[in-house]
């Protein structure tokens, strides 16, 4: 089993910047996918960005794509989520979730993560 717990979230200016970091438990860590998503009030979780097992291989959706930078450290058992020039529209709760995959590929569908976190709240004010 694997726990995930998300921190970072708050409330910032359009413009500003955050960086989320979810911190997982257990030693297979550095065999999993990883992948933030979120969740506006009303719509459906969506995916934000995602990283493979080992660090090599990103992808972004359109709509963070040059703002967001997902990254890992392996050794700490750590995901991260750089935002920057966040508008908005990126106002939702931010969840990282965590997927028994060791590919080349980046898992970017909800369905295929095992392993999700209680989520972090990002405000960003106009």
């Known amino acids: 089993q694997v726990q995930l717990v998300e921190s970072g979230g708050g409330l910032v200016q359009a413009g500003g910047s955050l960086t989320l970091s979810c911190a997982a438990s257990?030693?297979?860590?550095?065999?999993?996918?990883m992948g933030w998503f979120r969740q506006a009030p009303g719509k459906e979780r969506e995916f934000a960005a995602g990283?493979?097992?080992?660090?090599?291989?990103?992808y972004y959706a359109d709509s963070v794509k040059g703002r967001f930078t997902i990254s890992r450290d392996n050794a700490k058992n750590t995901v991260y989520l750089q935002m920057n020039s966040l508008k908005p529209e990126d106002t939702a709760v931010y969840y990282c979730?965590?997927?028994?995959?060791?590919?080349?590929?980046?898992?970017?569908?909800?369905?295929?993560?095992?392993?999700w976190g209680q989520g972090t709240q990002v405000t960003v004010s106009s």
């Open positions: 979730a965590a997927a028994n995959r060791m590919s080349p590929r980046v898992v970017t569908t909800k369905n295929e993560y095992d392993y």
């Open positions: 257990g030693r297979t860590f550095s065999s999993k996918a």
């Open positions: 990283i493979n097992w080992n660090g090599r291989s990103t």
